[in-house]
């Protein structure tokens, strides 16, 4: 660390400078606990599940589309064996009380009761298909119905763990920034500054206590020319660790 370098150097009162590992200490605290807030297990598992779940439902809404279509398609092939039978029944109504006389007509009537019987066997046909259909998209539609309430129970259920998780770590949050309004009074505002912008530059980690000749911030040890400088240097002037840039602090530990 050359003179010129030393002339320009802050300065600032040697508590101050140990004010400055305690808000270290509580600025990472704060940056752990908001990383924690971020990253909270459950959010992933949320995000993945409501995706599942609104495919679920969107196939749900088509499933009840399809019974409702086959539930009208059943009600219009009943309502046409219905029909059929009734005439039928009137036909054979009208014979067995002898008002068809005409032997061609009793003719006629006998090949319509048996083309009828026919439509008949038919429609019952498409109605038992119909009725397969429908039970097989009701089951369907009961399944997706259930996988739905199910992601939605499975979402109230992350939601709470959630919200009491991102509770706790608010109340640590409020607690460390409680903390740290009377640690940085102590500090004097060009400190701070410097402090601040070395804080967004060194991934959040501005000083280093200088322990046994390493630099805590970097954990790179000084060579015996800096720790001479560093030694030499009034107990008031703020030193910046000549590799990593960070502002290091003498402690007891320091080694000098």
């Known amino acids: 660390m050359d003179e010129p370098h030393r002339r320009r150097a802050l300065k600032a009162d040697p508590a101050a400078q140990l004010a400055l590992l305690d808000l270290q200490e509580l600025d990472a605290r704060a940056d752990l606990l908001r990383h924690q807030r971020e990253t909270i297990p459950e959010l992933a598992e949320i995000a993945a599940l409501t995706a599942t779940r609104a495919e679920l439902d969107g196939k749900r809404r088509d499933a009840q589309i399809s019974v409702d279509d086959l539930t009208a398609e059943q009600s219009k092939v009943d309502a046409d064996v219905e029909q059929v039978k009734t005439r039928r029944k009137r036909d054979q109504d009208r014979m067995a009380q002898g008002l068809i006389a005409n032997p061609k007509d009793l003719e006629r009537m006998q090949g319509e009761l048996e083309s009828l019987h026919r439509r008949i066997t038919s429609l019952e046909d498409d109605e038992l298909e119909v009725m397969a259909r429908l039970e097989d998209a009701e089951k369907e539609l009961d399944s997706l119905t259930q996988g739905v309430a199910d992601a939605d129970q499975r979402l109230a259920e992350l939601g709470s763990t959630r919200d009491a998780r991102t509770q706790e770590l608010d109340r640590d949050l409020e607690t460390v920034t409680a903390?740290?309004?009377?640690?940085?009074?102590?500090?004097?505002?060009?400190?701070?500054?410097?402090?601040?912008?070395?804080?967004?530059?060194?991934?959040?980690?501005?000083?280093?206590?200088?322990?046994?000749?390493?630099?805590?911030?970097?954990?790179?040890?000084?060579?015996?020319?800096?720790?001479?400088?560093?030694?030499?240097?009034?107990?008031?002037?703020?030193?910046?660790?000549?590799?990593?840039?960070?502002?290091?602090?003498?402690?007891?530990?320091?080694?000098?």
Do not use: W
């Not at 630099?215 to 240097?233: F, H, Q, V, W």
């Open 179 to 256: 903390d740290r309004g009377p640690t940085v009074a102590g500090i004097p505002d060009d400190l701070l500054a410097l402090y601040d912008k070395l804080r967004a530059s060194k991934n959040g980690v501005a000083v280093g206590a200088l322990r046994a000749r390493e630099c805590s911030g970097c954990r790179l040890s000084l060579d015996p020319t800096e720790l001479a400088a560093i030694r030499s240097a009034p107990a008031d002037e703020v030193i910046r660790h000549e590799e990593c840039q960070r502002i290091l602090i003498r402690t007891p530990e320091s080694g000098l």
